[in-house]
């Protein structure tokens, strides 16, 4: 039976004292603002900012730079509100601090800009956003009669973020472990940026060459790695759409095309192999937009489900590679204690534990609330068998 249609959201407002509508784009999922001022060059910042507070969203008309400059300032007015000391528990200061990060995405998420149906921003100086938007959207849909309006709302927010993933997609992200060769994230598949894990891939003792499969593999950055190291057949596996077309798309240009399959799938393919690696997101709370999914795991799902399903896809004598940061245990999230009971049920015994300190600027910022989690996280690949 084929799922039926979801119409887009629609937004609708009052324009020169008409009514008018517009499809509204939100990757992370926030739901049309209720009440759509128009603002333009003339808008005061302070203005702006008590009715973004307030929840009224402000549609932009004027200048496209002037509208980056009003977002500035938005943006410095939430900056400097008087901060109050992080909390001594390390885990009320995490939830603390993601609360204060959806207020803050909520806020700057009300300055909004028009996009029409051809993916162009219709404001003066405004950059073509074509391509950027076309790679996260799909293709533009024409306008037809009985169907949702061609043209859109985003927040002005929304559109840099597009715009700064294009240009990382263009200029793609250099990785050591391939010998400086490039990875090219696709708008909403989480960056390898923070390489620490794909080193511990590079490095770790291989059970063996003839096969393996890389669960959740994102951009495909471990595939390659794999590939790279002599492995003849990888099958990597995710359910994210732009992960699967971003994997295909790096593995031919890194010429790994045919060692590795790229297959849509919930965790494991078919079947078993000597060596299975997963890297799965490593904080068990709520992702606020697609690519913080890489990162948050409600309740462990991933974890729980690759753990619980490894032995039964583990050939003979295979191994389990388990990539892991602990930064969940030091903001109290999960206990180690949990995860060495979830290898005991999942029929799986700790072979070797291979550790890394983190490199990326954040656990040297002691301005960050959560600097003291940070500074102590360790990354380790777990070198996983079954339990005989």
Same mark, same amino acid.
């Given at each position: ?6 119409? !887009? ?23 049309? !603002? ?61 939830? #603390? ?17 028009? #996009? ?6 219709? #404001? ?17 849909? !024409? ?44 708008? %909403? ?65 890194? %010429? ?42 409600? /309740? ?17 004598? /295979?191994? /389990? ?5 602990? #930064? ?40 960050? !609330? ?14 996983? %068998?079954?339990?005989?």
């Amino acid at each position: 039976m084929n799922s039926p249609v979801v119409a !887009p959201p629609v937004v609708t407002w009052t324009e020169a004292d008409e009514a008018r509508s517009a499809r509204w784009r939100s990757e992370n999922g926030s739901p049309p !603002p209720r009440r759509i001022v128009i603002a333009d060059d003339r808008t005061r910042a302070d203005d702006a900012y008590k009715l973004a507070c307030e929840g009224t969203a402000l549609l932009w008309r004027g200048d496209f730079h002037n509208a980056r400059q009003l977002l500035t300032a938005l943006t410095r007015r939430i900056d400097r509100r008087p901060r109050k000391a992080p909390p001594a528990d390390v885990t009320q200061a995490f939830h #603390l601090h993601r609360a204060a990060q959806n207020q803050r995405a909520r806020i700057l998420g009300m300055l909004l800009v028009p #996009l029409d149906a051809s993916y162009t921003v219709p #404001l003066h100086r405004a950059p073509d956003v074509r391509e950027a938007c076309t790679r996260a959207y799909g293709p533009p849909e !024409p306008e037809t009669a009985g169907t949702a309006p061609a043209g859109s709302l985003l927040s002005l927010r929304e559109l840099l973020a597009l715009i700064g993933a294009n240009e990382w997609r263009r200029k793609g992200v250099e990785i050591p472990a391939l010998g400086g060769d490039r990875i090219h994230p696709h708008y %909403g598949v989480f960056s390898p940026a923070r390489g620490e894990y794909v080193d511990l891939v590079a490095e770790a003792p291989l059970p063996g060459r003839d096969l393996a499969f890389d669960i959740g593999t994102g951009t495909g950055v471990l595939a390659c790695v794999l590939a790279r190291r002599g492995v003849r057949r990888i099958v990597a596996t995710d359910q994210d759409p732009r992960a699967l077309a971003c994997a295909r798309e790096n593995t031919e240009r890194l %010429g790994a095309a045919g060692q590795v399959e790229v297959v849509e799938a919930d965790l494991f393919p078919a079947g078993r192999a000597p060596l299975v690696v997963c890297n799965p997101p490593w904080v068990p709370a709520k992702p606020t937009s697609p690519v913080e999914r890489a990162v948050y795991d409600p /309740g462990n799902r991933m974890l729980h489900g690759f753990l619980d399903g490894l032995a039964d896809h583990l050939a003979p004598g /295979g191994e /389990g590679w388990l990539i892991l940061s602990d #930064l969940a245990e030091h903001l109290g999230l999960r206990p180690r204690a949990e995860l060495l009971d979830a290898f005991a049920r999942g029929g799986l015994t700790v072979l070797d534990r291979l550790d890394i300190a983190p490199r990326h600027p954040r656990a040297r910022d002691t301005s960050d !609330p959560l600097h003291v989690a940070r500074a102590a996280e360790v990354t380790s690949l777990w070198r996983l %068998g079954a339990a005989t």
